[in-house]
């Protein structure tokens, strides 16, 4: 009888590194190391504690934590054990991770003490009880907390196979409520090789991690290649500009990802012209384009930038610009990386478009996920024969480059015209004194919707909005140009920095919902 393909689990790649590199750092929590061995030591244990207790393949297990060396632990345990990490925001609302835990159904909670309040006023309203323990040497790991499950059903037990679910990673709910995307071992292996082959990473690596856990970015961007080349992983709790480049200069550090946000608050705080970067060869960007004036702000510092574009169900890997292409097609996210396959269709039609146009972007490859856990209905929509419609509207040109225009459901229509605020936000970037900025449509008696631009000023900087309309005038056709410019302190974006266009357009409804009655 031939044995289950086992080719792609990731649950050996510790015990490969604990054989070839026993005593390399794998993990700096905050000055406190787990070496290769002691890593995998303390995975392979856990994860037996995970079978002798009750737990089969298959099982979820839910975390609320932030970024910690014990969180690692427990992923690689559920690797080995064929148990599938389901890692909760500890941004959320207790209502919100509720509803995240009623989809989800995980056997057991691991909750981290500093969250435990709000782990406890998320369980409060669930109908069904969790099973809920700590993680750490001082609790899972030591203690194990038997499943609560439904049913008699036994646990399932057999080898771990490449399609397994590993992660189940609840999207951003820009749009609507977050769904569970499950990514399998083979999903995660795959996206990694491929990064691989454009960012590479070696055991002299060191990287520094600032992407929250709970997020696809802060395993498959960087840190599990990582620990499967055999680097060091810098792991850090949340972004601080002035502690990200200190630990640059002190642990030396070589590579990291970020989105353009921490990039350019990076660039912004007092110290970042004397710091030493002189360490950080290469640095990976992703959520949006960086702006051409940070792209230059960067590379003056000699810091290589690596552009890409992904979604969580893609594990999230997709499109990629390397450096030495990204000093001239600014804006673009480049090509597709390797193992992935990409192509565009009409919106409307689902036709498929050749050569260079404009539509969907579709994507095919094993890093695409096999599906919304228990949602077969948001699964069929997001998967077209083998093909995952990710609801982005790109552009091709003729050598096979591609531009991200916008979501396609916050393209909006004005006077007949389709404007998408991307092309928008990109223009008012251009102004000096712009630090960040958001469009979105908003309704309109006469033209049905126009833009409005919600717009936060860099320090020091003076603009108005006269001078910034008439900036955008420059570069933008008239139906374009957005109608107001709002003055803001920030702009409401999720974990993956998108922006949180729902949450403005509400403002904007609501305060003139209240101008009209002020004024009748």
């Not at 049905?448 to 860099?458: D, K």
């Amino acid at each position: 009888m031939s044995q289950p393909e086992v080719l792609h689990t990731l649950g050996r790649w510790t015990a490969d590194r604990a054989l070839a590199t026993p005593e390399r750092v794998a993990v700096d929590d905050r000055g406190v190391v787990l070496t290769y061995r002691q890593l995998d030591d303390r995975a392979t244990a856990l994860a037996e504690v995970f079978l002798d207790g009750g737990y089969g393949v298959g099982d979820r297990i839910a975390t609320i934590t932030g970024n910690s060396s014990d969180h690692v632990v427990v992923f690689f345990a559920c690797a080995k054990a064929g148990l599938v990490l389901v890692p909760l925001s500890w941004r959320l609302s207790p209502r919100e991770i509720a509803q995240q835990l009623e989809q989800a159904d995980p056997a057991l909670l691991l909750v981290e003490d500093e969250f435990s309040t709000l782990a406890s006023l998320a369980t409060d309203r669930l109908i069904t009880p969790i099973a809920r323990g700590i993680l750490g040497t001082h609790g899972i790991e030591r203690d194990i907390v038997a499943p609560l499950r439904r049913d008699s059903t036994p646990p399932v037990r057999r080898p771990v196979q490449d399609n397994d679910a590993l992660l189940i990673v609840f999207t951003s709910g820009t749009l609507e409520q977050a769904k569970g995307a499950i990514l399998t071992h083979s999903n995660c292996f795959w996206t990694n090789l491929s990064l691989s082959r454009t960012a590479e990473i070696t055991s002299a690596d060191t990287v520094l991690a600032v992407m929250p856990q709970y997020h696809v970015g802060g395993w498959n961007i960087q840190p599990l290649l990582a620990w499967w080349m055999g680097a060091t992983v810098v792991l850090e709790r949340t972004f601080d500009p002035a502690r990200v480049l200190q630990l640059i200069a002190d642990r030396r550090i070589t590579t990291m990802m970020g989105v353009p946000a921490n990039y350019l608050i990076l660039s912004q705080h007092p110290r970042f012209a004397s710091s030493d970067l002189s360490s950080l060869a290469h640095a990976i960007v992703g959520g949006a384009p960086m702006p051409e004036p940070l792209l230059r702000v960067w590379h003056s510092r000699g810091v290589a930038l690596t552009q890409g574009y992904g979604l969580t169900e893609a594990a999230p890997n997709v499109l990629c610009l390397p450096d030495e292409e990204a000093r001239v097609r600014i804006g673009s996210a480049g090509k597709p990386y390797p193992h992935v396959d990409v192509d565009i269709a009409d919106p409307v039609t689902g036709e498929r478009i050749e050569g260079a146009g404009q539509g969907e972007l579709l994507v095919h490859g094993p890093g695409v996920f096999s599906g919304y856990f228990r949602a077969p209905e948001a699964t069929a929509l997001a998967l077209r024969d083998g093909w995952l419609a990710t609801g982005d509207l790109v552009s091709r040109d003729a050598e096979g480059y591609y531009r991200v225009l916008d979501r396609i459901k916050d393209i909006f229509i004005t006077g007949g015209e389709s404007v998408a605020p991307a092309e928008i936000e990109g223009v008012l970037f251009g102004h000096p004194a712009v630090a960040d900025v958001a469009v979105v449509g908003v309704p309109d008696e006469q033209w049905g919707e126009v833009a409005v631009a919600w717009v936060v000023v860099r320090s020091g900087a003076a603009t108005d909005e006269t001078d910034l309309l008439d900036f955008a005038s420059a570069a933008l056709a008239k139906y374009k140009v957005p109608k107001r410019a709002l003055f803001v302190e920030s702009i409401p974006r999720s974990s993956s920095d998108k922006v949180r266009r729902r949450v403005l357009l509400g403002q904007w409804t609501e305060e003139s919902a209240q101008a009209g009655r002020i004024s009748s």
